[in-house]
């Protein structure tokens, strides 16, 4: 078992950064993949960023491309999303994903465990 907490949300003015991180129990942690993904109000939860268990590949969505950087201390069993020039339209409840499968994922149905979410805001 796995379970994930997330921190480090907030409100920020656009143009702001935040780090998120995602702590986890669980000896597993370190040989998961994991994923960042959103949800803005009225809209679908969708992908962000992932890295795979041993923080040699990473993928992002193209939105966040060059804005946001994923990376992981499995000695802190603890993945980050450094988040860089936020816009009011990365406003959203950002959650963590452990992923049990291979490299890096995207799909949010392979992913088996899910924190609880951290809200960030960014105001124009």
């Known amino acids: 078992q796995v379970q994930l907490v997330e921190a480090g949300g907030g409100l920020v003015q656009a143009g702001g950064s935040l780090r998120l991180s995602c702590a986890a129990s669980?000896?597993?942690?370190?040989?998961?993949?994991v994923g960042w993904f959103r949800q803005a109000p009225g809209k679908e939860r969708e992908f962000v960023a992932t890295?795979?268990?041993?923080?040699?590949?990473?993928y992002y969505t193209d939105s966040v491309k060059g804005r946001f950087t994923i990376s992981r201390d499995n000695a802190k069993n603890t993945v980050y999303l450094q988040m860089n020039s936020l816009k009011p339209e990365d406003t959203a409840v950002y959650y963590c994903?452990?992923?049990?499968?291979?490299?890096?994922?995207?799909?949010?149905?392979?992913?088996?465990?899910w924190g609880q979410g951290t809200q960030v805001t960014v105001s124009s």
């Open positions: 669980g000896r597993a942690y370190s040989r998961c993949a």
């Open positions: 890295i795979n268990w041993n923080a040699r590949n990473t």
């Open positions: 994903a452990a992923s049990l499968g291979i490299g890096t994922i995207t799909s949010q149905s392979l992913y088996d465990y």
